[in-house]
């Protein structure tokens, strides 16, 4: 039987606007913990569980620090909104993740992929994740009054943290969608671009990650800790090296802070054509 507390969570998630995704795991996070706690009263736990809880997710089941910090979100929400009973933060410390620069994708790489994307629907995905910097949900939700081709803009309808926001419309790319219409004519109701396998719906994040994973098999691309979100890190990263501003690039990202987009700053070849000022000095004559 469901434990009451998660109709309320439901609820409080639901009341926010959140996002379905969130709504996914927090639900799944707070069963998860109820399971953990056995059949002791949820209203006799407190930080000490959730202390415990974080320990055996990062000792004993080896989840990221990243992963844990999701859950202790989670719960900490169920504690907090769920039955209105405020958390000592100070004991329930969220774990501090190391600062992984983000992977891309060479420019030979994408290229490469484009090539091997053998079904046209699965090639005007990856075209739409690295052209226009879209993340694996604003694909597969993208409507076909989205994509404006006479101002080459698509418009991202409630993105990341419930925002819009336009972003480029690359004449490649509109080439590949133009060429996937012919050959599937979406219809539905929503005007999904994408349909699912029985047109119900949109297609699922699960299918786009099959036809980008299929088209780097083929492409003999390294998969290791890259996904498609690589193929929207590539779309910045390649944008910084062509000289393009760090506002403009956020405002295609649909970013909240600049600081997520100067993240990019750290893989980008800034380098290049750049001249050391020790060029424009003497020789020193132990060269």
Sequence with gaps: MQHPILSKVLSDIELRNYSEATKDVYLRTCARYLDFLGDRPLE??????????????????????????TYLAAVLFMYEVGLDRPMNRRQIPFMRKPKAMPKVFSRDEVAAILAAAENVKHRAQISLGYGAGLRISEVCALRVRDVDSKAMRLLVEDGKGAKDRWTLLPHSTLAVLREYWEVYRPRHAEGWLFLGPYGYTHV?????????SAAMSRAGVEPAGRSFHTLRASFATHLLEDGTDLMTIKSLMGHSSLSSTAVYLHVANMASGVTSPVDSVAAPSWL
Excluded at 47 to 65: I, K, N, T, Y
Excluded at 204 to 212: C, I, K, P, Q, Y
């Design 44 to 69: 006799s736990t407190g930080e000490s569980d959730v202390r415990e809880f974080s320990r055996h997710l990062r000792c004993e089941c080896g989840l990221a620090p990243k992963s844990v910090n």
């Design 204 to 212: 699922t994040d699960s299918a786009v990650r099959h036809g980008l």
